[in-house]
Every structure is written in C-alpha cells, then in structure tokens.
C-alpha cells in the first residue's frame, strides 16, 4: 500500500476524518511540531467487530458525525481493483488481535478487582468485547532518506515519543523489507483479470540494525527496546486504563527507532481497544472519552 501513487491514495483518503480512517501520510506532529512524512498509515474502524454491517460507531445525541468524525465517519477501505483482498485480510487480522484482547484484559481485570476499591468487575474485557470504537492502524515506515541517514541516529525519528490514549494495544511483530532489493510495485493486471489476493512480500529475517524498531520507557524512564517474535502479539496499556484504574495500570511511552539501513522499510499492524465515546475514563472530572480523545487528536494532528 505504501508505493501507491497520490491518485489512488486520494480514493481512500478522508480529510475531514482528520486522516484517522482511510489513507494518512504527512498529518502528524513530530516532536519538534514539523509534519511526520517518514511514515504512512491506514486506519480503519474496527466496529465491524461487534456488527459486522458497521463500517464505523453510531452517532449519538452528543457525538455526532459533525463534530467527531474521526471516531464516526465510515471506514474508507482502498478499491478491490487496486489492492485485491486487502479488506476481507485486514478484518480478520484485526479480530484476531481483538479477540486475544479479550484474554489479556480479563488477566487486567482479576488484578484490577483485587486492587482498586468499587472497580466494575470485568470492567475491561467488557469494553474490549463490546466497544465499536476500537481503531486499528497498519503502518509503513519508509525506508530512511539519505539526508537522514547521513545526520545519524535519533531515538524517535520513525515515529515520536508518545503514549496510546485507549486501554489495550494491540501489535503485530514487525516486518522489515529491503525495498532496493525486494519489488514492492504493485503488479500490474494487463488482461483485466483481478486475482483474489496479491502475491507475498519478501521479508528480511531481521532489522539490518539491531536498533530499529520498538523502544518503550519502564517506570523509571529507562528505554527498553522490544522486539516481538514473528508468531506472537505484544499488548501495552494506555492512557484510557491509566485514568480507568487511577494510575495501577500505567500507560507505556513508547517510540519508533529508524533503520539505519539504506532501502530498508517496516511494516506493522497495531489495534487500539477504547472505550465507546460516551464511556467515562475520568469517573471523578466525568470526562467521556469521546471528549479525552479528541483533546489528544487535536493536539498531535498538524493543520
């Protein structure tokens, strides 16, 4: 998806989304407030998990379309003609993660039961089952410019230092590609004839540089590189369920290290799982999250 051209990127790009469904390059802040272009998204409403006929939640009374659409507007999937069996894939990689969530937060929820006074039992697995808001983000991290590669090694420069706002995400080991050497083009379908699925990238075997990838900050702000075996799903908390469980859980800083290899691109699927809009993370202000959400959107989207 990442080598598409900017005319098929328009055809599932949704601007006034805020770019958090469909196609998204270019919209976030970096650390230093520039434009984030290293790396391109699509995201895509994982409402389809509690109804399958929904591409997106249901507006309410106080969230409505007009004043949330990066939570309400419908999913902007790429055409079939362009990326064959990209939706069905996608949909199904997610619920995969979606229903390993419902494992680990029910592990959340025993401890939280235990530790924190007038905690609603299987207050997390609920939401994880049940929320139509839950977002999922596959992402590509472009092969590093050579102007960057020249000024050396940044922490953050694939993408900043920052905390996830929902509860549980959940991520997908990453895929590294040496674009110089793999063709990652999309095939062209001269006879017309769409096949069902596209052909299998080639992956590298590992990062080229042990460096690159996942960092997240333990609690005494050390950074720690992860590095998530290719059969596995790796879950970290958020913001939503630091506030939910008043600090027991804390949400995990975390950062993306560029690959210090000319032509080498990364790929990885994350899922965030958060409450609905109208769920309550801040049970003592009375903050919906609907409301916590978009303070943090407003203030990491560029424009």
Same mark, same amino acid.
């Given at each position: 998806m990442?080598?598409l051209?900017?005319?098929?990127? !328009?055809?599932?790009?949704? !601007?006034?989304?805020?770019y $958090?469904v469909?196609?998204?390059?270019?919209?976030e802040?970096l650390k230093?407030?520039?434009?984030d272009?290293y790396k391109?998204?699509?995201?895509?409403?994982?409402?389809?998990?509690v109804d399958p006929?929904?591409?997106?939640?249901? %507006?309410t009374?106080?969230? /409505?379309?007009?004043?949330?659409?990066e939570?309400l507007?419908?999913?902007s999937?790429?055409?079939?003609? /362009?990326l064959p069996?990209?939706k069905?894939?996608?949909?199904?990689?997610?619920? #995969?993660?979606?229903?390993?969530a419902?494992?680990v937060?029910?592990?959340?929820?025993?401890?939280a039961?235990?530790?924190? %006074?007038g905690?609603?039992?299987?207050y997390?697995?609920?939401?994880?089952?049940?929320?139509s808001?839950?977002?999922?983000?596959? $992402?590509?991290y472009?092969?590093?410019?050579?102007?960057?590669?020249?000024k050396g090694?940044?922490?953050?420069?694939?993408?900043?230092?920052?905390?996830d706002?929902?509860?549980?995400t959940?991520l997908t080991?990453a895929?590294?590609?040496? !674009?110089?050497?793999?063709?990652?083009?999309? %095939?062209?379908?001269?006879?017309g004839?769409?096949?069902e699925?596209?052909?299998?990238?080639?992956?590298?075997?590992?990062?080229?540089?042990?460096?690159?990838g996942?960092?997240?900050?333990?609690?005494?702000?050390v %950074?720690?590189?992860?590095?998530?075996?290719?059969?596995?799903?790796?879950?970290q /908390?958020g913001?939503? $369920?630091e506030?939910?469980?008043?600090?027991?859980?804390?949400?995990? !800083?975390?950062?993306?290290?560029?690959?210090?290899?000319?032509?080498?691109?990364?790929?990885?699927l994350a899922?965030?799982?958060?409450?609905?809009?109208?769920d309550?993370?801040? #049970?003592?202000?009375?903050?919906?999250?609907?409301?916590?959400?978009?303070g943090?959107i407003?203030?990491?989207?560029?424009?």
């Amino acid at each position: 998806m990442g080598n598409l051209s900017e005319k098929e990127f !328009e055809q599932f790009t949704n !601007e006034r989304a805020k770019y $958090l469904v469909g196609w998204s390059r270019g919209k976030e802040k970096l650390k230093d407030g520039s434009a984030d272009e290293y790396k391109g998204s699509f995201y895509a409403n994982c409402a389809f998990y509690v109804d399958p006929l929904l591409e997106s939640a249901k %507006p309410t009374e106080q969230f /409505t379309l007009d004043g949330f659409p990066e939570h309400l507007a419908p999913n902007s999937w790429p055409p079939e003609e /362009t990326l064959p069996g990209f939706k069905p894939v996608m949909k199904q990689m997610c619920a #995969l993660i979606i229903d390993t969530a419902v494992l680990v937060a029910r592990a959340c929820d025993k401890f939280a039961q235990k530790e924190i %006074p007038g905690y609603p039992i299987a207050y997390l697995e609920n939401v994880v089952k049940s929320s139509s808001t839950t977002k999922a983000r596959l $992402l590509h991290y472009y092969p590093m410019p050579d102007d960057a590669l020249a000024k050396g090694m940044e922490e953050d420069n694939w993408c900043a230092v920052h905390k996830d706002h929902g509860c549980l995400t959940g991520l997908t080991s990453a895929m590294f590609v040496d !674009e110089l050497t793999t063709n990652v083009k999309l %095939p062209s379908f001269e006879d017309g004839k769409v096949p069902e699925t596209l052909p299998t990238i080639e992956e590298l075997p590992a990062s080229p540089d042990p460096q690159a990838g996942l960092w997240i900050k333990d609690r005494k702000g050390v %950074p720690v590189q992860v590095k998530i075996p290719r059969d596995c799903i790796a879950f970290q /908390t958020g913001e939503a $369920l630091e506030r939910i469980t008043n600090g027991k859980f804390k949400a995990v !800083e975390h950062s993306v290290r560029g690959a210090y290899a000319k032509g080498v691109a990364r790929n990885t699927l994350a899922v965030f799982t958060q409450p609905n809009l109208e769920d309550e993370v801040d #049970l003592e202000r009375h903050i919906k999250f609907g409301e916590f959400a978009s303070g943090i959107i407003a203030k990491n989207t560029v424009g």
